[in-house]
Every structure is written in structure tokens, then in C-alpha cells.
């Protein structure tokens, strides 16, 4: 099982970036998967979240109207797309899989957002 994640860098504020995550190893389109970032010196939070392309997508309030999670279940591939990034959405971002007591993470992508 993997999940790869990738598109991090560095961004001034009011930029755009979009990362990548590369399922393989697991039945991804039967998978519930997420978007969580993790902040320096915090814990993991959720950012984004979608079970099946079109199917129902979830975001706290910090990011709504800014962040867009999307699949492609015939390429096994999760994306979000972060426009008007601040400060703020700095962190190691990472892709997330759950079904049932299953659970998978990637190895994180930094994004970091300069003021």
C-alpha cells in the first residue's frame, strides 16, 4: 500500500497550489479519502474530505470557499486544489485513506505560505 503525495513548495500569500496523491496497493475507489494538515508544533487536522467523486465533501470553516478536494478513481488519484493560500494554511499536508478499521497515510508534502 502507498499513498504519495506531491505539488508542495513555497507560495506568497494569494497564491495557488495543487497537490497530488497516488494511491496504489488498495481499492482506492471504495476508500473514503482526505486531505489533513499538519501544522509546526501541532496536531493533525482535517482539511478536506470526499468519498466518491460527485459523493458528499466536507471542509472545516477555515478553508471553505478556498480549498477543493477532487479524485480520479480511473487513475487512483486524489488532488486539492488551495487557492488564496495564507500564512495560516502552512504545514505538512497529508493524504488519507479509511475504509472500515483500515487506514493508510502518505509521507506529507510541505507547503509553506509566506506572508
Known amino acids: 500500500v502507498q499513498l504519495v503525495e506531491s505539488g508542495g513548495g513555497l507560495v506568497q500569500t494569494g497564491g495557488s497550489l495543487r497537490l497530488s496523491c497516488a494511491a496504489s496497493?488498495?481499492?482506492?475507489?471504495?476508500?473514503?479519502m482526505r486531505w489533513y494538515r499538519q501544522a509546526p508544533g501541532k496536531e493533525r487536522k482535517l482539511v478536506a474530505g470526499?468519498?466518491?467523486?460527485?459523493?458528499?465533501?466536507d471542509y472545516p470553516d477555515s478553508v471553505k470557499g478556498r480549498f477543493t478536494i477532487s479524485r480520479d478513481n480511473a487513475k487512483n488519484m486524489l488532488y486539492l486544489q488551495m487557492n488564496n493560500l495564507i500564512p495560516e494554511d502552512t504545514g505538512v499536508y497529508y493524504c488519507?485513506?479509511?475504509?472500515?478499521?483500515?487506514?493508510?497515510w502518505g509521507q506529507g508534502t510541505q507547503v509553506t505560505v509566506s506572508s
Open positions: 488519507n485513506a479509511i475504509y472500515g478499521s483500515l487506514a493508510y
Open positions: 496497493g488498495f481499492q482506492f475507489s471504495r476508500f473514503t
Open positions: 470526499m468519498l466518491l467523486p460527485g459523493g458528499r465533501r
